[in-house]
Structures are given as C-alpha cells and as structure tokens.
C-alpha cells in the first residue's frame, strides 16, 4: 500500500538502522506512514541516500575539505590514506563552461581548450583528488551536463555491489531531482549536507506527503510533450506541492518516454515539490538497455525490483499505492501552448495567446 518512493525510505531505514543514526523508531514511522503523514504534527526521520552527486562548483570545497582532513589526520600521526568518503560521491565538471566561441564547427574545442587554460589549476587539483580518494569518480568537463551524466551513465537504478539496495541520491544541484524520471529517488541539498552524507551522516528530513497524479487518456497528436511538461508545472504549482513528493502513475504514464518523465521531473524546483517520481517499468528498463548498461545488471536491477514489490506496471490499477491526495491529469485535454518569458508556469494556449497579448498591453 504504501507509494513507490516511500518504499526506497523504507528499505534505507531497515538496511541502514543502527540505533544510534537511524532508529527503529525511524523505521516504524516510515512503516505507517499511511497513519503517520495525515497527523498535524510533522514526524521526522532519517535517511540515508546511497550516494551524493556534486558538480564542480560546490563539489570542489568538498574536495578541499576532504585533503585538509587528510592533512589534519597526518599532522596528528595518523594514516591520511583513511580519510576517503563512506558513501559513494560522483562528481561531474560542468557549472564551469564559458561559450567564447560559437556558430563554428570547432567552437567546442576552442571552448574547452580556453576552460582548460583557466581553470589549470583547479583540473590538476580535481585530477589529483580522483586518484586519491576511493569512492569518489570524477567526470572529467566536456563529458557533458552533470543532470544528463547522471541520468545515461551514473545512476545504478539497483546497487549490485554486495547487499542489493535501490539507488537513491542527493546532489549539490537543485535539479538533482531529474533522476527521478529514471525511478531513483533524488533531490537537491546544501553543500554542507552533501559532504555530511559523503562522511556517512543521515539526513533528518519530515517524513513527506504523497500527491499521487495520475495520467490517463491519450495526448493529441499535435501536442509535444514540452506541451505536456508545461501543463503539469502549471498544475502543480497551482496545487502547492511544497514539501511533498508526487508520484505519477495510471495508463498515461506508459506512453511517456523516459526524456518525458525526466523533464517533468526537472521542473520540480518550478512546482516546489521534493520529488517527481516515476517508479521503474518496462520502458525504464528499455532506457538502461539504450543507454549501453549491461544486460547482466539490467537483468539484477529486474528480478530484485519484480522480487521487493518496487516495479511497477502503470496499466495495472491493483498496483496502485495509498496516496495522502490523488489528483488527475487527461492528456487529451494538453494543447500546444507557449510558455514564459521568465518563469514556466506562466503558460498560454496557442489557441488564446493573440487576446493574452493583447489584455497584457492593456492590463495595469
């Protein structure tokens, strides 16, 4: 009964319970959440994400932090080469790239040789920090955008390394929420926080309302799914979402490819909500085997979510979860729209954009 993303909190809670960070007490909350999210007074819980990821321009005082422990730690006597992050961190150089050059076909070298030219100092440093901390990968600029890396080439779905866990993160990037389109819950946090997981800290988070949305019917030919991301930003927002997750499912779902469920999921600091999440299907699944992950893995990530209840089949109704709320979305009713010119849930019809125009000249 319980949602699809409070099920990843679950198995976080009873994996990594210890009674001194997390609580059994964290674990029964989470258990009857169903009871315990309806209360007026907010329950707080622990949670401990399976991984962090950073991009450089907040994970390079990480970085730093982590070599001054080390120099800490050597300076009293001890072994430096023990100072290296609990939790797996990933860190992907992108925030840093300047556009000096364009509308030329080597526009993308000349820009990364300039990158490299100015940041010399910084790269030899990253470079350095990649070969000396275990449990730390280090994606080199060029790679591409931190969100877009984690989405094709980061995320594990199901670790597979030892005890079998879903993949949860959180990452130093307010649209580390875009992960969520893949089925791996993630959200934004601070710098501080994000080096305080990496060192094997919980995070004390509330323990979040559930908004379900449920999509059906079928989107009109000429509509995009741009059309369809707009539509729900502006939906939501209209809802208030803040501080709640919110879960898609119903037969609408299937038909949205995993870029869909992915933008959607992006937009989460537009609507306000922690998390949109898209539970693991068939086109998920279809999305790792496009991506080049091996099919051995994507075989495990398979059986283990099918065996804890966590895959999902959207056309299935008896699969449905208990939601704190449930609210419905028909895609025949999404039409081409245009959006802006600042914020996207300022959304127009096509159909109504010329008399839109036309009150705002006129309006005060």
Known sequence: RLPYSIRVLLESCVRNCDNFQVLEKDVQNVLEWETKQASDDPVEIAFKPARVILQDLTGVPAVVDFAAMRDAVKELGGDPQKINPICPADLVIDHSVQVDFARSPDALNKNQELEFERNKERFQF???????????????????????????????????????????????????????????????????????????????????????????????????????????TKHLRSLGVVGKF?????????????????????????????????????????????????????????????????????????????FSEVVELDLSTVVTSVSGPKRPQDRVSVSVMKKDFQDCLTNK
């Open 126 to 232: 990253l470079k350095w920090g990649a070969q000396a901390f275990d449990n730390m990968l280090i994606v080199p600029p060029g790679s591409g955008i931190v969100h877009q890396v984690n989405l094709e080439y980061l995320a594990r779905v199901v670790f597979s390394s030892g005890l079998l866990h879903p993949d949860s993160v959180v990452g130093t990037d307010s649209h580390t929420t875009m992960i969520n389109g893949l089925g791996v819950v993630g959200w934004g946090v601070g710098g501080i926080e994000a080096e305080a997981v990496m060192l094997g800290q919980a995070i004390s988070m509330l323990l979040p309302k559930v908004v379900g949305y449920k999509l059906v019917g079928e989107l009109n030919p000429l509509a995009t799914s741009t059309d369809t991301v707009l539509t729900i």
């Open 246 to 322: 919110v879960e898609f499912f119903g037969p609408g779902v299937s038909a949205l490819s995993i870029a869909d469920r992915a933008t959607i999921a992006n937009m989460c600091p537009e609507f306000g909500a922690t998390v949109a999440h898209f539970p693991v299907d068939e086109r998920s699944l279809h999305y790792l085997r496009q991506t080049n992950r091996a099919d051995d893995k994507i075989a495990i990530i398979e059986a283990y979510l099918r065996a804890t209840k966590q895959f999902r089949d959207y056309t299935n109704p008896e699969q449905d979860p208990v």
